[in-house]
């Protein structure tokens, strides 16, 4: 995530970490899926979890909640 684009804060982690974020989707007005697209980051044995909504990822429906659990893989 881009702290300096959105109002997320950075991810910091040394390798061999695991990093676990749990994202409430309350995107409304209108409802829509989502997913976090973690780019660049290597997914090692965590593929499906990469977050291209519908391509690698289901979407997290509206008023619903996902936690991701990854390890930081050099
Ligand atoms: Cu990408």
Redesign the pocket.
């Known amino acids: 995530m881009n702290a300096e684009r959105c109002c997320q804060p950075t991810i910091e982690a040394n390798w061999g970490d695991t990093i676990q974020v749990t994202v409430h989707n309350q995107i409304s007005g209108p409802e829509e899926g989502t997913t976090v697209?973690w780019?660049?980051f290597r997914q090692l044995d965590t593929e499906w979890l990469d977050g291209?909504p519908a391509i690698s990822t289901c979407p997290i429906a509206p008023g619903a909640s996902y936690t991701y659990i990854l390890r930081a893989s050099p």
Do not use: L, S
Request: charged content about 0%.
């Open positions: 697209h780019h660049g291209v």
